[in-house]
């Protein structure tokens, strides 16, 4: 009789404090493990030969100490993660017991950023959150910066868009190409441009909006970037899309439930997200969250709603859970609040915490540990960098500073929960 073997891991999140000690996962683990505290720890994989193969899990550290990644002999290093760092190992062959795994992230390897790195290697200490655009106060900058998503620290200097803008396009990326599209360059703007995320430069043309406008929102799959709504001489109802590999003018992917802007989104692999938003000219707030399947164009579905009608709020994800932090509310004054959904369970928004700093018109990034919020005002532009841990229900933490001062901005990373 043949042998049963696991072929298909629980979805699921596990959380495990350090200790110095071990963690031996089973075929029962769940996808993602979490660990927190402040000591280092080992992490042992489970026998190969009770799995399929292209089974994977997820590992990440969220800890201030280093986590070991061990093959099932307890011996054999397959990685070493420093703090705030990530992998996930993938079963290629499942013969013996060790098996033969890969480790694939978001932003370090081969093949784009996404094929086999070498054992004992921390793939995800090189991931980056970017920052583009904006209003310093007086003019609107085509200023990129850039952070490393493993380190708390100020912001430095990526390189400029290829065209001046602000009121936060929208954005997209894969594990190594970052996208802006549309904004406000003294009109509604068409423009896409892109940079690699892992190369400091000046933006490159890509193509064009099939409409110009601004405050539109954003989100991707590793393939697909999806943008949706903004304004244009009123708001809109437009989602269009792009293939992020290939440059070229954006294709039309269906409308909106709500004709909105200056709206916030975010995305797991298969789901877009967004959330909020103005309608003009009716001069009304929106609390609608609508989503997309982001492999099947289509028009949005309705996925919930905001505790309280925001615009110029900011979203982002992990895999699992998207945040909208910020904005005005409809009496116009800013807001701390950040709420959070499962991006897989349509449901209303949850309260998750608070920003450090109430604003609006801020940028957003997150890896598969944080979500990262940046800039924004408050009547005046702000450098503000703050962040959340996912994981954890609390007020927003200082990250940094943003190497420049102001709002209208937009974030992408490379490990964000559109890729995973």
């Not at 093949?111 to 995800?124: F, H, I, K, N, R």
């Not at 009123?234 to 290939?246: C, L």
Request: aromatic share 8%; charged share 5%.
């Amino acid at each position: 009789m043949a042998s049963w073997k696991q072929s298909k891991i629980k979805f699921g999140f596990a959380s495990t404090v350090t200790s110095g000690g071990t963690l031996s996962l089973t075929s029962s683990s769940l996808q993602y493990q979490i660990l927190t505290g402040s000591s280092n720890h080992s992490v042992v994989l489970p026998d190969a030969t009770t799995l399929v193969n292209g089974i994977a899990f997820n590992i990440i550290n969220a800890s201030s100490g280093t986590v070991t990644v061990y093959l099932h002999d307890g011996t054999t290093v397959q990685s070493t993660l420093s703090g705030g760092t990530a992998v996930q190992v993938i079963l290629n062959t499942n013969s013996v017991s060790n098996g033969t795994w890969s480790n694939k992230a978001g932003a370090a390897g081969t093949s784009g950023g996404l094929g086999s790195v070498a054992p004992g290697s921390d793939v995800t200490s090189v991931a980056r959150g970017v920052f583009g655009g904006g209003n310093n106060g007086s003019v609107t900058v085509a200023t990129i910066d850039y952070i490393a998503l493993n380190t708390q620290a100020n912001a430095s200097s990526f390189g400029s868009l290829s065209v001046t803008r602000e009121e936060m396009p929208g954005t997209a990326a894969s594990s190594t190409r970052g996208i802006w599209a549309g904004g406000y360059n003294g009109g509604a703007s068409a423009v896409i441009d892109y940079v690699t995320i892992q190369t400091t430069g000046n933006a490159t043309n890509f193509g064009n909006l099939t409409q110009a406008r601004f405050t539109l929102a954003g989100c991707s799959s590793s393939v697909t970037g999806v943008f949706a709504c903004g304004h244009t001489s009123s708001s809109v109802s437009t989602i269009d899309y792009v293939t992020i590999a290939t440059t070229g003018n954006a294709t039309s992917f269906g409308s909106s439930t709500d004709a909105r802007e200056s709206l916030g989104g975010c995305a797991s692999s298969t789901r877009g997200v967004f959330a909020g938003g103005y309608r003009s000219p009716a001069n009304t707030f929106s609390t609608t969250i609508d989503y997309v399947t982001i492999a099947s164009p289509s028009s949005a579905t309705s996925f919930g709603n905001l505790s309280a009608a925001r615009y110029r709020l900011v979203g982002c994800s992990n895999n699992m859970t998207g945040f909208f932090a910020g904005g005005l509310n409809s009496g116009n004054s800013n807001q701390t609040i950040i709420e959070y959904v499962t991006i897989q369970t349509l449901a209303n928004a949850t309260t998750f915490g608070n920003l450090s700093q109430a604003r609006n018109s801020l940028g957003a990034c997150a890896s598969l540990v944080h979500a990262i919020f940046g800039g924004g005002t408050n009547g005046s532009v702000q450098n503000t960098i703050d962040f959340v841990t996912i994981s954890t229900l609390a007020t927003a933490s200082s990250w940094g500073t943003l190497s420049q001062s102001r709002s209208g901005l937009s974030g992408l990373s490379s490990q964000h929960g559109g890729l995973f």
